[in-house]
């Protein structure tokens, strides 16, 4: 059963930093790309930036870019999100997950997480 657990939220200033960490678990975590998204109060879920199966090609949303950096380490089945320069409109609760065709290919009782809260305020 897939399982991604999303950690290392937290509450920080404008202008913080946080690192975000995403545990993969029941399907071959190397042979798919990534994704974080994110979700603030009253709107939809938007995808944040992406990272290819390897992590050759990095692709991100307009307004992180050049704040935040997604990673991933496929010995250790996790892919990570570092967020500087937060501002709070970053507000937002955190999310990991894969592509479509992860799902295709695989099962798990929930198609998300419980994600990871991430609140920028003074």
């Known amino acids: 059963q897939v399982q991604l657990v999303e950690s290392g939220g937290g509450l920080v200033q404008p202008g913080g930093s946080l690192r975000l960490s995403c545990a993969a678990s029941g399907f071959t975590f190397g042979f798919y790309a990534m994704n974080w998204y994110r979700q603030a109060p009253g709107k939809e879920r938007e995808l944040v930036a992406s990272?290819?199966?390897?992590?050759?090609?990095?692709d991100y949303a307009d307004f992180v870019e050049g704040r935040f950096t997604i990673s991933r380490d496929n010995d250790r089945n996790m892919v990570y999100l570092q967020m500087n320069s937060l501002k709070p409109e970053d507000t937002a609760v955190y999310y990991c997950?894969?592509?479509?065709?992860?799902?295709?290919?695989?099962?798990?009782?929930?198609?998300w997480g419980q994600g990871t809260q991430v609140t920028v305020s003074s």
């Open positions: 990272i290819t199966s390897a992590g050759s090609r990095k």
């Open positions: 997950n894969g592509d479509e065709i992860l799902w295709t290919l695989n099962s798990g009782a929930d198609h």
